[in-house]
């Protein structure tokens, strides 16, 4: 029996119909020229096709008896007409008009009798600029079966590197599907796997007290918060926003690419990652966003910043990640100085979690907490607890490395890879991130009464972008910089020069002047003076 991890049965607990946990992408698709009939059946027959290899399509949940433990993977056999749906746009649709459909989509809850994925078909877009047919394609899974990596891992179980689909060799399992379970079998299952969990938890107790000791030594001793040394600390509560509210049933999505190949250039020349600068082009467009509505606050915005436990090579269909937090700086008004700032909270981040990594729990004991979770959940929701207590984080920022080559779909060639991800009471804003070719792909989805005009904070990113790009790189004179003080005294001193020369050729020149008329003048009186003597003798 395939019994959920507790990391994994947590996405069930907590799910209602104000926070569905989903994750998935949206897709702009290009087809073959030629390409005839209706994709929908194209990609029915395409997934059927790749079953074997993605067995997070074709399991669905099995519950235990009266819900006292996590559920269980059973075999099922997905019916492709209820799991791949074909939606009409109007005609010439496009980009705004699927940001609206998933907006929508996002919001509908899942069929638990069912295995938890299902694909929207759009139809009626406009074309390609060569003029070639486009479709789209808008995915969900459920977070309980895959977390962002396990969902790139499915992908490239689904897609091709070639327009023409690569054949998957048919293998026989020797495994015996299981599509059911028995009161005796679960029975056995939950208390065998609850036995070996408290049994794997009390044997790994001492060495996970040691290391918990020492990262929270680590983030204190870098922490204003509790009298630290003042270093960019993420130890910090989060100031109150309009994001930190009880979330509801409807969202707002909306979407932004920018160059990979120039923000990575972009942060070589700075010393930054590719993760520092995902969380820079946010905090900048975080900033500009709020600034414009005067509800910037004056303490730094704080990202929750989702981060894997997954080992290397690891494509297994189940949740391994945990969550970390970064100060985004957004106090800070120089581009430069809030960079530098979030480089340093990026270090300070990983420096906690680095010790953390291998105790982190994914899995735990579960009987009675089915109960205790969604009835905690419950509560949370609808007393509107997280309008009024404070708040470690005020955005889920997540950035998920992507294929670094084109792919394609059912013969389609697959333009975007817009990620779509899940708000909760308290964060009604994530911004995930996925690298997909030579593009880097924002899916910014928010709760429509939070942050309506998500559309705005897009747009704002693609200025920070902008912004880094007209930020002098290390070495470079700032062409918007002031001039340093030698260069202003020494102008200075050049310009009083120049003008006392030219004020005392001006006064030489007067001066000269004026003697010279003197002197004409008494010369002049001088003889008028003599020729009325003369002739005064002379009478």
């Known amino acids: 029996m395939q019994q959920l991890s507790g990391l994994d049965a947590t996405f069930l607990y907590v799910e209602t119909a104000e926070m569905p946990m989903y994750v998935g992408a949206l ?14 059946i194209a990609l029915r027959k395409h997934i059927a096709a790749r079953l074997p290899v993605a067995p997070a399509l074709r399991r669905r949940l099995w519950w235990m008896p009266l819900n006292l ?13 209820q799991h791949i749906v074909e939606i009409k746009l109007p005609k010439g649709a496009g980009l705004p008009e ?7 989509l996002h919001a509908v809850l899942l069929d638990r009798q069912r295995p938890l994925w299902k694909m929207h078909v759009f139809e009626g877009l406009a074309p390609a600029a060569n003029g070639h047919k486009r479709v789209a394609l808008y995915t969900q899974l459920h977070h309980a079966a895959v977390d962002g990596q396990a969902a790139v891992a499915l992908a490239n179980a689904l897609l091709d ?10 293998a026989t399992s020797r495994r015996t599907k299981v599509f059911r379970l028995e009161m005796t079998e679960m029975l056995r299952g939950v208390l065998g796997n609850q036995a070996q969990k408290v049994f794997g938890i009390v044997r790994s107790l001492p060495s996970t007290v040691g290391t918990l000791k020492d990262a929270a030594s680590k983030a204190i001793s870098g922490s204003t918060l509790l009298g630290g040394k003042g270093r960019p600390s993420n130890l910090t509560l989060a100031p109150r926003t309009p994001l930190n509210v009880s979330v509801t049933a409807r969202r707002a999505f909306a979407t932004v690419t920018l160059p990979l190949a120039e923000l990575k250039a972009l942060g070589r020349a700075h010393g930054a990652t590719i993760n520092d600068m995902v969380l820079m082009v946010c905090s900048s467009a975080l900033r500009r966003y709020y600034a414009k509505r005067r509800t910037l606050p004056r303490k730094s915005l704080v990202a929750a910043v989702p981060i894997t436990l997954r080992e290397k090579g690891d494509t297994s269909p189940d949740n391994q990640a945990s969550m970390s937090l970064v100060n985004l700086g957004t106090n800070i008004a120089d581009t430069r100085r809030r960079l530098a700032h979030i480089q340093a909270a990026s270090v300070a981040m990983k420096s906690t979690m680095g010790g ?8 735990y004991p579960s009987l009675g907490v089915p109960w205790l979770l969604e009835a905690a959940t419950a509560l949370y929701g609808k007393a509107r607890i997280a309008d009024r207590i404070p708040q470690v984080a005020n955005v889920v920022i ?48 928010a709760d429509a009464q939070a942050m309506p005009d998500v559309r705005e904070l897009a747009d704002a990113i693609t200025i920070a972008f902008d912004d880094l790009r007209a930020l002098a790189r290390p070495g470079e004179a700032d062409p918007d910089a002031a001039p340093a003080p030698g260069m202003v005294e020494r102008a200075a001193r050049g310009l009083t ?12 020149q007067v001066m000269n002047t004026a003697v ?7 010369t002049g009186r001088g003889k008028q003076a003599g020729a009325a003597a003369k002739r005064r003798r002379a009478g």
């Open 161 to 170: 590197v070639t327009p023409e689909p690569r054949a998957i060799p048919s």
């Open 497 to 508: 020069g120049a003008v006392t020369d030219a004020m005392g050729k001006v006064a030489r």
């Open 516 to 522: 010279e008329t003197a002197v004409t003048q008494a």
């Open 356 to 363: 953390l990594r291998d105790i982190l729990p994914t899995d």
């Open 27 to 40: 897709h702009l698709l290009e087809l073959p020229p030629g390409h005839a009939g209706r994709f929908v």
């Open 398 to 445: 997540s950035n998920v490395p992507g294929p670094p080559v084109t792919l394609y779909m059912a013969g389609a060639r697959m333009l975007t890879n817009y990620p779509t991800s899940i708000v909760v009471h308290g964060l009604a804003l994530n911004i995930t991130v996925q690298s997909y070719d030579r593009s880097l792909d924002f899916g910014l989805m």
């Open 69 to 81: 433990a996590n559920p269980a993977w059973v075999d099922a056999v997905p019916d492709m007409r």
């Open 98 to 104: 699927l940001e609206a459909e998933v907006s929508r």
